[in-house]
Nanobody, 118 residues
Framework: QVQLVESGGGLVQAGGSLRLSCAAS????????MAWFRQAPGKEREFVGS????????YYADSVKGRFTISRDNAKNTMDLQMSNLKYEDTAVYYC???????????WGQGTQVTVSS
């Protein structure tokens, strides 16, 4: 099993920046891809972006493209989400996830709250 723990959430003004981090432990050798998802109140969980663990290839949802950047540090088993030019609609609980193939995430973190004030 892979355990994931997010950190770095908080309150930020619109237009500001925030950096989230996800620390992976356990059977990290099984990870092929990691991703960020988010869920706003009353809405379904949505995909934010992903990164392949070895090659570092990234993919982003259109809603965050150009504003969010995902990176990973294989040596530290961490994945970061740098969020810039934050908007009110980015307010959500952000989750990191890991999987052995793209689109199939079987490990999830507990989530971290991001609140953007307008």
């Amino acid at each position: 099993q892979v355990q994931l723990v997010e950190s770095g959430g908080g309150l930020v003004q619109a237009g500001g920046s925030l950096r989230l981090s996800c620390a992976a432990s356990g059977r990290t050798f099984r990870i092929y891809v990691m991703a960020w998802f988010r869920q706003a109140p009353g809405k379904e969980r949505e995909f934010v972006g992903s990164i392949t663990w070895s090659g570092g290839s990234t993919y982003y949802a259109d809603s965050v493209k150009g504003r969010f950047t995902i990176s990973r540090d294989n040596a530290k088993n961490t994945m970061d989400l740098q969020m810039s030019n934050l908007k009110y609609e980015d307010t959500a609980v952000y989750y990191c996830a890991a999987g052995r193939q793209t689109g199939a995430y079987d490990s999830w973190g507990q989530g971290t709250q991001v609140t953007v004030s307008s």
